[in-house]
Every structure is written in structure tokens, then in C-alpha cells.
């Protein structure tokens, strides 16, 4: 997914590699994961995110992608990055909330933190027809100024579809033949949706919204029928957003009043995979670990 010379290059690689062997309070045997989404900028996590981080550590995430939302978050993640450059990696784009901001300037800014090694995916990125926050113009125009940008530069997109579908394919659609790697971040669609991604070679990203009982159903049940398949499955978590279910006694230190989403709680999703598709926990944090690198 976030392959040279779409995504990370090799010398990042090597040093990914390399903290891989080292992380303080993680067993050699403990499987690692890669948390391709976190909002670690949210002003949640204000004064917090070394202890996130730490947590996150504790508990096998090895990799924690800060999600660019807007110029300055897209910049703000690179800061985070600069101060924990041994865990994070960033990406920059503007939301579809964000798109009514959108200028032709954007694209230049974007494209020069993008020219970072450590930024790694152009997004987040797309439309979002349920809140609309932006005018449907608006995302339009935003959205496909940003598909060019990852053309042009090479980097995989990270896109957000919430009841926009038709329009996130159309534009896609456009590039056909220049794409690099896309990932549908956060999915929450039909089965039919998840289908036509899955058949144009796109990434599922799946979130703590796989383990909720009754709003999770029909994903879990894409996942069983192979719509959704290992070989095209990434995680995340959305921090603070979509907290899976916790456990009632707690869970690695987490603050139960508030249930703020965290990196750390990435395993609860990694598990929930493997308990619907049949296979090892294991068997999931190897697959979407090599997804992110394929």
C-alpha cells in the first residue's frame, strides 16, 4: 500500500524495520500493527500524546499515521511527526468538511509537505454527502484537485465516503490508469460498495466500528463473505473517533468516562477480524501489517 516509490521509502523502511526489534514493553512474540489512521492533533489529545503513544507501544502498534484534515492540521501532523519521529508518520490533504476552504494554492502547499518522506498519503481526502459541512461542489472540486496531487506525486490516497459513493467512484473513475494505491478509510458502506472497491484494487480501512454490536453487523458479515478480504484489509482506529467496545473493567489505562479512542485499543478491532473470519489474530496483524508495505 504505501510502497516506494508510492508511500515509504526504503530507508524509512529500514528504520521502521529497526524500532521494530527494539520497542520497550512489546514481547519479540507479540504481533505488531500499524494504525493507518489517527487523529493525534485533536485537541483531545492536547498534552497527552506521549502517554498515547506509550500506550499504543504497550500494546503492539508499532506504526500510527497522524491524518492531515486541513492545511493546518496537515501541518500540525507534521510537527507531531518532527517530535516522535520513531512512531509517526503523517498525512496531509484537507477533509471534505474542510473543502470550503479550498483555494488552487492548496494543492502547492500540500505537494510540498507531501515532498517529506515521512508524509506519506495524500488525504484525508473525499466527500462527505451526510453532514455536509462543505457544499457538494465544494468537495467535488476539493476532492479531485487532491486525486491529481497524488498522481502527480505519487503517493496513495486516503479517502473518506460517507453516503458518497457514486461520486468518490466518478471521480476516481477520471484517473483510471494513474491512481497509486487507494485506501477507503473508515469504511461503513453497503456490501455493494465494499464489492466495487475491492474490484477496482482499492484498500478497506476498518475501524472499532467492525466491533459494535449491532452498528457493525453488515461489515462484519462483508468480512465473512470474503467481500472484504484479508489481502485488501488495513486498520485503524479514527482516535479519538470510533472507541470499539471496552472492556467493563478497563482497558490499558484508557479514560472510561470520556471512552476517547486511542491507537491502543487497535488490537480489540485486530481481533474482532480474526474471531469473524475464522483465522488467528496473528494471521490479521501479519496481513494488514504487509498490506501497508505491499
Request: charged share 20%; net charge neutral.
Amino acid at each position: 500500500m504505501w510502497a516506494v516509490p508510492a508511500g515509504i521509502p526504503a530507508q524509512v523502511l529500514d528504520r521502521l524495520e529497526a524500532i521494530r526489534l527494539k520497542k520497550d514493553g512489546v514481547s519479540p512474540s507479540q504481533p505488531l500493527l500499524v494504525d493507518i489512521g489517527a487523529n493525534l492533533t485533536n485537541f483531545r489529545f492536547k498534552g497527552q500524546v506521549k502517554e498515547v503513544l506509550e500506550r499504543a507501544t504497550a500494546a503492539g502498534v508499532s506504526r500510527i499515521l497522524v491524518t492531515g484534515t486541513s492545511i493546518e492540521e496537515s501541518r500540525a501532523a507534521c510537527k507531531l511527526v518532527d517530535s516522535y519521529p520513531d512512531v509517526l508518520f503523517a498525512t496531509a490533504g484537507v477533509h471534505p468538511h474542510n473543502a470550503k476552504h479550498w483555494k488552487a494554492e492548496c494543492s502547492d502547499i500540500l505537494e510540498g509537505l507531501l515532498a517529506r518522506p515521512d508524509v506519506v498519503a495524500v488525504g484525508e481526502t473525499g466527500m462527505d454527502l451526510n453532514r455536509m459541512l462543505s457544499t457538494e461542489q465544494e468537495q467535488k472540486d476539493a476532492f479531485c484537485a487532491q486525486v491529481e496531487l497524488a498522481c502527480k506525486v505519487g503517493k496513495p490516497l486516503f479517502i473518506h465516503d460517507r453516503e458518497a459513493h457514486t461520486h468518490i467512484t466518478e471521480c476516481l473513475d477520471l484517473f483510471k490508469g494513474r491512481l497509486p494505491p487507494v485506501v477507503i478509510h473508515c469504511f461503513t458502506g453497503t456490501s455493494a460498495e465494499a464489492k466495487r472497491y475491492v474490484q477496482d484494487g482499492y484498500y478497506i480501512g476498518l475501524t472499532g466500528f467492525v466491533c459494535k454490536d449491532e452498528r457493525g453487523v453488515a461489515v462484519r458479515q462483508m468480512l465473512k463473505d470474503r467481500v472484504i478480504p484479508l489481502s485488501r484489509l488495513l486498520l485503524e482506529t479514527d482516535a479519538p473517533f470510533m472507541t470499539p467496545p471496552l472492556p467493563s473493567g478497563g482497558y490499558k489505562g484508557l479514560n472510561m468516562r470520556t471512552r476517547t479512542n486511542e491507537p491502543c485499543t487497535l488490537p480489540l478491532v485486530a481481533q474482532t477480524v480474526a474471531n469473524v473470519c475464522g483465522v488467528s489474530v496473528e494471521e490479521v496483524c501479519s496481513v494488514t501489517t504487509a498490506n501497508v508495505g505491499a
